[in-house]
């Protein structure tokens, strides 16, 4: 079973950027697509953006410009980096498989916190 784990997140200032990583255990070419999602305090968990295998993206129009996605297949890794940070991206980020399968599990996630 993949298993994802978050890490990388932090304290930055609005306008600052940051990048978090997701690992997957496990092979990551099995998995179609990887997508990550953020769930902001007293708000449902939303959709951020998703890379395909052969590295194809796209983002909610919320950071579209300022998001961007990368992936090491060697490292089975996946990379959101964040531009132009802005209070309401603060959020605990989580990434998993593109779209939600039925019964997913999810990790820690990681905390993005943006203030001044």
């Known amino acids: 079973q993949v298993q994802f784990v978050e890490s990388g997140g932090g304290l930055v200032q609005p306008g600052g950027s940051l990048t978090v990583s997701c690992t997957v255990s496990?092979?990551?070419?099995?998995?179609?697509?990887v997508g990550w999602y953020r769930q902001a305090p007293g708000k449902q968990r939303e959709w951020v953006g998703v890379?395909?295998?052969?590295?194809?993206?796209n983002f909610v129009d919320a950071v579209k410009g300022r998001f961007t996605l990368s992936r090491d297949n060697f490292k089975d890794a996946v990379y959101l980096q964040m531009n132009s940070l802005k209070p309401e991206d603060t959020a605990v980020y989580y990434c998993?498989?593109?779209?939600?399968?039925?019964?997913?599990?999810w990790g820690q996630g990681t905390q993005v916190t943006v203030i001044s």
């Open positions: 496990g092979n990551i070419n099995s998995i179609v697509a």
């Open positions: 890379i395909s295998r052969g590295g194809s993206t």
């Open positions: 998993n498989e593109y779209p939600i399968p039925d019964a997913p599990t």
